[in-house]
């Protein structure tokens, strides 16, 4: 059966970003680090061309291509949050170092791969069965730059506009 997984492009950052991907989530590691077989676009031989890596169970491979491509927004990573400590945790560790923070739980890495971080919470609070309240979450969540469970519970169950 064919399976699909993401090729992360890199000048030259393919082992380091995948080092940092894999120390960030449970069940991941490094499986396979290849070397450039001979000189070319890539690199000189024996330098690193490709990493493959399972991210919380999500196969990645990350490729030092030769030169920088810009990622977007266009295409990004979600990450469930099971409780705000791990949002707090995964968006301080995204987001430092030259990470940029965006909207609505979106940061750009040092690397600048798009993520969401997401609580599992907040389909709760969207989805919910009072419409009201999942009108003020949503309105609570575009207002907020890091996700907070508190903040989207407190819209949800309060009894006028956030």
Do not use: H
Not at 13 to 36: C, D, M, W
Not at 124 to 135: C, N, T, V
């Amino acid at each position: 059966m064919s399976k699909i997984s993401p090729c992360l492009w890199f000048d030259g950052e393919a082992e380091e970003a995948a080092k940092f991907y894999v120390s960030l989530l449970p069940g991941s590691r490094i499986e396979t680090v290849q070397k450039n077989p001979a000189d070319g676009p890539a690199g000189k031989a024996g330098t690193l061309l490709v990493v493959e890596f399972p991210l919380a169970g999500q196969r990645f491979m990350a490729l030092n291509g030769g030169m920088r491509y810009d990622y977007t927004p266009a295409v990004s990573f979600k990450i469930d949050c099971a409780d705000q400590a791990e949002v707090d945790r995964l968006w301080d560790a995204l987001s430092a170092n030259g990470g940029e923070v965006e909207r609505c739980g979106w940061l750009r890495d040092r690397y600048g791969v798009s993520w969401q971080i997401v609580p599992t919470a907040l389909l709760k609070y969207l989805g919910g069965s009072d419409a009201a309240g999942a009108q003020r979450a949503m309105q609570a969540m575009l207002g907020m730059v890091k996700l907070d469970i508190e903040g989207l519970r407190r819209a949800y169950e309060s009894k006028s506009a956030a």
